[in-house]
């Protein structure tokens, strides 16, 4: 039976043949990750209850990312819980302070193609653009899957999103997810599987098929999935992750799926999405001219090396407009040090950045950078509801590093081909 990239993995992880759409399975997870919000503190008290112990310390990841660096006691203290429970259950792959858990984990080798994983936060499925299958659990689940290693699902449908052409200059897989939550809504994904292909995914690298995979949670979705090819294969390579073949894991010429939708890259234009959601976004220009106080490059839909890359093009030579604060956040301590030995780093401090530690930071209202009552902010991250950056009356327009950029320099949204030779 011809199946789909998504059901071959689960078949495999349920050890069957074969799976359809509808179906109830059990699953062996091949990897679980955690962070320190929704983990430890969250699944200890359970584990502690019921007296039970971890299945295989060895498929755990624990990043912590949301509480960092801690500014009050009780933020030190849920970092102190889970170093400690971390150290009790023996976890060999926990990552402290060392940048976002979504960026953190492929930037450490952890995926491959065809893996079966479950994540304790909705952005898990950025993990999808390596051809692995990952979905966001709650902390009852996620205590059940770290106890037996086990985890059921209804076998979901598969919603095809095919990007054709290429990518103008100055747009970038932030404006696709965009013009996407837009097109087909905050539902458009249904809860099933939504996998990108087409020659513009193609040609995009890999952190540009993460941010498309990150937001595939604001489409509503369990899954996305990017099937591996030599782009995969290169980058997991080259992070020190195992060597994987991109052909092993691919789905049938003649699967079904629920639905695909078309999109032509080149006619894609700069998106804006003014608050409270993601599915508001339309092209930069209807909303030019609106006066910001607060550019903010961070997040892991946001703040990944290509990220920071896209937002110095803009800056280089340039300075951010008085009365403006560009915070930046990057995504790791890895992709720091990275930003800082190739010159992107310094082109962002000239310009006026005002650099943050990594972490979740403001993008989930966490410690430094938080907005204050009805501030005006620009930002890469995914998400605008109220009181989503800080203050309840703040409001947050989500846009492209390219856009954020453009409008700091400018001290209003703008064009930011404008801005680029």
């Not at 051809?131 to 996620?142: A, K, L, Q, W, Y």
């Not at 404006?175 to 990108?196: E, P, R």
Request: overall charge negative.
């Amino acid at each position: 039976m011809p199946q789909t990239l998504a059901e071959k993995i689960i078949a495999r992880a349920a050890g069957r043949s074969s799976v359809k759409p509808g179906e109830i399975v059990t699953c062996n997870v091949d990897l679980a990750l955690m962070h320190d919000s929704g983990g430890p503190r969250r699944i200890k008290p359970v584990l502690d209850r019921l007296g039970a112990k971890v299945w295989d310390p060895d498929k755990i990841v624990i990043i912590s990312d949301h509480y960092v660096p801690p500014t009050d006691a009780e933020s030190a203290a849920i970092l102190d819980l889970t170093r400690k429970w971390v150290a009790a259950n023996g976890i060999a792959h926990f990552y402290d302070m060392q940048g976002i858990c979504h960026v953190v984990l492929p930037e450490r080798g952890h995926l491959r193609p065809g893996m079966f994983a479950v994540g304790g936060d909705s952005h898990s499925t950025t993990a999808g653009a390596f051809g692995c299958f990952i979905f966001g659990v709650g902390s009852t689940e996620m205590a059940g899957i770290v106890v037996t290693g086990e985890t059921w699902l209804k076998v979901p449908e598969t919603i095809r999103i095919d990007w054709s052409g290429k990518l103008a200059g100055g747009v970038c897989a932030k404006d696709a997810a965009l013009a996407l939550c837009a097109s087909l809504g905050m539902a458009g994904g249904d809860y099933q599987v939504v996998q990108y292909t087409g020659d513009a995914i193609a040609a995009m690298p890999m952190q540009e098929r993460m941010t498309l995979c990150n937001m595939a949670a604001e489409l509503g979705a369990q899954a996305a999935i990017i099937a591996a090819d030599d782009v995969t294969a290169a980058h997991i390579a080259r992070v020190g992750g195992e060597t994987v073949d991109p052909h092993e894991w691919q789905g049938d010429d003649d699967a079904h799926y629920r639905a695909t939708h078309r999109f032509d890259a080149a006619a894609l234009s700069p998106q804006v999405a003014p608050p409270p959601s993601p599915a508001n976004a339309e092209p930069v220009e209807a909303y030019k001219g609106e006066r910001i106080n607060v550019a903010y490059v961070g997040a892991c839909t946001g703040a990944k090396l290509t990220d920071l890359k896209m937002a110095a093009e803009v800056l280089k030579g340039r300075r951010v407009a008085d009365g403006v604060r560009l915070m930046v956040a990057p995504a790791s301590r890895r992709e720091t040090a990275t930003a800082a030995a190739d010159g992107t780093l310094a082109a962002l401090l000239d310009a006026g950045a005002i650099m943050l530690p990594s972490g979740c930071g403001a993008c989930a209202g966490y410690g430094t950078g938080v907005l204050a009552e009805k501030e005006v902010c620009i930002s890469t991250t995914s998400r605008n509801f109220k009181g989503r950056m800080g203050a309840k009356s703040a409001n947050i327009y989500l846009a492209s590093p390219y856009t954020v950029a453009a409008a700091a320099v400018a001290g209003e949204i703008s064009d930011p081909r404008e801005f680029l030779n």
